[in-house]
C-alpha cells in the first residue's frame, strides 16, 4: 500500500487526524492505547495484480449459481428475481453516503423513506406498530417476543412463559422462544395440514404467551382456520405472532390484522426483493398492534412540524437491537420495490406467486406424490413416495436437478412431510422456464423407474460431486484451502 494515502498527522499532542483525500476526520486518541498494541512498521500484505484479482471473483462468480444463472425454486426462501433498479437507487450518493449518527436535518430523504416504508408495511398488515430496526426474521421474531414479554411483565401477567408452535414451523420458532427465555410447546397438525384445534385447545392455558403461526404454512397452505385460532388463543389471553415469511401470497388480498394477528415479521429481502442467497443482507421489521406499539425497538422515526427525526425517548421500549435502526440498504431496496408496484402490483405478485405454484403442482400431481394435494399458496409440498422403491430419495432428485441446471427445491423440510420437496416458483417466472422446469422434473420422474443409478451419482456435471454433509457440520474446516492448518 501506498504510505502517502493513508496520513497519520500530529495536530495536537496525544491527538491525530487522519487525512483522507480532502476529508479531516479525527482519529481516536492513540495514546490510550496500551504501549505495544501501535504498529512501529506498516503491515505486509499480500499483493497481486488486478487482472489476476478480476480473475479470481469472475471464477468464484461463475462456480456461484444464483437466480440470474436460472431457476431457483427454494421453497420459503422466495428467490425471485430483484430488479436491477433496486441496485441503482440504493447506490445515490444521498442514501449510500450516509451514516446513522447524522444529524437529522442532513438526512431527511433518508427518513421519509424509512416512515413511508414503515407506512406501507402497516397498509399491508393493517398492524400499526412498525420498526425496522431487525436484520433478519429470525431477528424479528425474537423482536416479538421481547416486545410479548416486556407487555406482560408491563401489566403483570408473568406467568405467562410458553410459545406454542405447530410442527410445520420453519426451525428459527422454536429458537427464538428459547433465546427470548419462553418454553416452546409443539401444536401437532390434522390430517388436512392445519393447526389441529383439539391439540391447540388442549395446551393453550393461562401460562400461553404467544403462538407463532406460519400463515401461509410451510406446507403452501393457508391456514382456514386462523379466526378461530385466534379467538381461542386471545380468549386465554395470549397473543398471536404470525411468522411472515409467506406473505408474498397474500399480500394486497387479506390483512394478518383482519384474521387476529397481534405481530409479524416481515423478511424484507424475500417478500420485497433483496439478493439474499448465501447468508446474505435481510431485514425483518415487525409490525405490531397499538397496544404493542409502546414497547417497540428505539429510536424509532417520528414526524414533527419541522421535520422527521429519530427518537429515543420511549421509556417502556425494549431497547435496541444491533447497533443502527435497519439495514438500510435493504430498506431502501423494499422501498423502491413498493413504489414501483403500487397497491395493485403488490396484490398482482401474490395472484401471480400463487398461480404459478399451483400451475407446478397440478402437472406434477401425478409423477410425484403431493400430500395435501388442493388449491396451495405459493408454494407446494411433494415427496418421493413414487419413487422410494427404486431407492431414489429427494436428495437424489434434488442433485440431479443440478445437473440439469437448476437450484434444488428446499429438501426434507418441513418436517412433517417424510422426504418433502418443497417448490416455490415465485411470481418473476415465464410460463416458459415453469415449462421446462416441468418437464425436467417429468424426465427425472422417468429416469427414477429407468435408471435410478443416474439419479444416484448426480451431480456429475460440477467440480465436486456429493458432500459428507454431516462430517462437514461436524468438522468444519472454516479456513482457505490454500493456508495450511
Ligand atoms: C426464511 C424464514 C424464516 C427466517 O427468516 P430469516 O430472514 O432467514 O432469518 C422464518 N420462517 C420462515 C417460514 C422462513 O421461510
Known amino acids: 500500500m501506498n504510505k502517502d494515502t493513508l496520513l497519520f498527522e500530529k495536530s495536537r499532542p496525544g491527538?491525530?487526524?487522519?487525512?483522507?483525500?480532502?476529508?479531516?476526520?479525527?482519529?481516536?486518541?492513540?495514546?490510550?492505547?496500551?504501549?505495544?498494541?501501535?504498529?512501529?512498521?506498516?503491515?505486509?500484505?499480500?499483493?497481486?495484480?488486478?487482472?489476476?484479482?478480476?480473475?479470481?471473483?469472475?471464477?468464484?462468480?461463475?462456480?456461484?449459481?444464483?437466480?440470474?444463472?436460472?431457476?431457483?425454486?427454494?421453497?420459503?426462501?422466495?428467490?425471485?428475481?430483484?430488479?436491477?433498479?433496486?441496485?441503482?437507487?440504493?447506490?445515490?450518493?444521498?442514501?449510500a453516503d450516509i451514516h446513522p449518527e447524522m444529524d437529522a436535518g442532513r438526512v431527511q430523504g433518508a427518513l421519509r423513506i424509512m416512515k413511508r416504508l414503515e407506512d406501507g408495511l402497516a397498509g399491508i398488515t393493517g398492524l400499526p406498530g412498525v420498526t425496522l430496526h431487525p436484520a433478519a426474521g429470525a431477528q424479528g421474531e425474537l423482536t416479538a417476543l421481547l416486545v410479548a414479554?416486556?407487555?406482560?411483565?408491563?401489566?403483570?401477567q408473568t406467568k405467562r412463559t410458553k410459545v406454542l408452535i405447530p410442527d410445520s414451523a420453519h426451525g428459527t420458532n422454536p429458537a427464538s422462544a428459547a433465546i427470548a427465555g419462553l418454553e416452546a410447546v409443539e401444536i401437532k397438525s390434522g390430517k388436512d395440514g392445519l393447526v389441529d384445534l383439539a391439540d391447540l385447545e388442549s395446551k393453550v392455558g393461562d401460562d400461553t404467551a404467544v403462538l407463532m403461526i406460519t400463515n401461509p404454512s410451510t406446507l403452501g397452505l393457508f391456514e382456514s382456520k386462523i379466526a378461530k385460532i385466534a379467538e381461542i388463543v386471545h380468549k386465554a389471553g395470549g397473543l398471536i405472532y404470525m411468522d411472515g415469511a409467506n406473505l408474498n401470497a397474500i399480500m394486497g388480498i387479506s390483512r394478518p390484522a383482519d384474521f387476529g394477528v397481534d405481530m409479524m415479521h416481515i423478511n424484507l429481502h424475500k417478500t420485497f426483493s433483496t439478493p439474499h442467497g448465501g447468508g446474505g443482507p435481510g431485514a425483518g421489521p415487525i409490525c405490531v398492534t397499538d397496544e404493542l406499539t409502546p414497547y417497540l425497538p428505539s429510536p424509532r422515526v417520528v414526524e414533527e412540524e419541522d421535520g422527521l427525526?429519530?427518537?429515543?425517548?420511549?421509556?417502556?421500549?425494549?431497547?435496541?437491537?444491533?447497533?443502527?435502526p435497519g439495514n438500510f440498504g435493504v430498506l431502501v431496496r423494499a422501498y423502491a420495490y413498493l413504489r414501483r408496484l403500487g397497491a395493485e402490483g403488490v396484490k398482482r405478485v401474490a395472484e401471480n406467486a400463487v398461480l404459478n405454484a399451483n400451475y407446478i403442482r397440478v402437472k406434477l400431481n401425478k409423477a410425484y406424490h403431493v400430500p395435501y394435494d388442493r388449491m396451495c399458496m405459493h408454494e407446494f409440498v411433494c415427496?418421493?413416495?413414487?419413487?422410494?422403491?427404486?431407492?431414489?430419495?429427494?436428495?437424489?432428485?434434488?442433485?440431479?436437478?443440478?445437473?440439469?441446471?437448476?437450484?434444488?427445491?428446499?429438501?426434507?423440510?418441513?418436517?412433517?412431510?417424510?422426504?418433502?420437496?418443497?417448490?416455490?416458483?415465485?411470481?418473476?417466472?415465464?410460463?416458459?422456464?415453469?415449462?421446462?422446469?416441468?418437464?425436467?422434473?417429468?424426465?427425472?420422474?422417468?429416469?427414477?423407474?429407468s435408471d435410478p443409478d443416474k439419479l444416484h451419482a448426480a451431480p456429475v456435471t460440477t467440480c465436486v460431486g456429493r458432500l459428507d454433509e454431516g462430517r462437514a457440520v461436524r468438522e468444519p474446516k472454516l479456513r482457505y484451502a490454500c493456508y495450511k492448518d
Request: overall charge negative; some cysteine; glycine content about 6%.
Open 15 to 95: 491527538h491525530r487526524t487522519l487525512r483522507l483525500g480532502k476529508l479531516d476526520v479525527p482519529a481516536a486518541d492513540l495514546s490510550l492505547l496500551p504501549k505495544g498494541s501501535l504498529r512501529t512498521k506498516a503491515p505486509v500484505l499480500p499483493e497481486i495484480g488486478e487482472l489476476d484479482l478480476i480473475r479470481h471473483y469472475v471464477l468464484l462468480s461463475k462456480k456461484n449459481i444464483s437466480i440470474a444463472d436460472s431457476f431457483y425454486p427454494l421453497g420459503s426462501c422466495t428467490m425471485k428475481y430483484n430488479p436491477v433498479t433496486n441496485e441503482a437507487v440504493v447506490q445515490y450518493p444521498g442514501l
Open 309 to 324: 427525526r429519530l427518537d429515543y425517548n420511549a421509556p417502556q421500549s425494549i431497547g435496541m437491537l444491533r447497533g443502527w
Open 383 to 449: 415427496n418421493n413416495k413414487h419413487q422410494r422403491e427404486k431407492g431414489v430419495h429427494a436428495l437424489d432428485i434434488a442433485k440431479r436437478l443440478i445437473d440439469l441446471g437448476y437450484h434444488p427445491m428446499t429438501i426434507y423440510f418441513p418436517l412433517v412431510v417424510s422426504e418433502a420437496m418443497m417448490i416455490e416458483p415465485t411470481e418473476t417466472e415465464s410460463k416458459s422456464t415453469l415449462d421446462a422446469f416441468i418437464a425436467d422434473m417429468l424426465m427425472i420422474a422417468e429416469e427414477a423407474q
Open 149 to 156: 414479554n416486556a407487555h406482560f411483565e408491563a401489566t403483570g
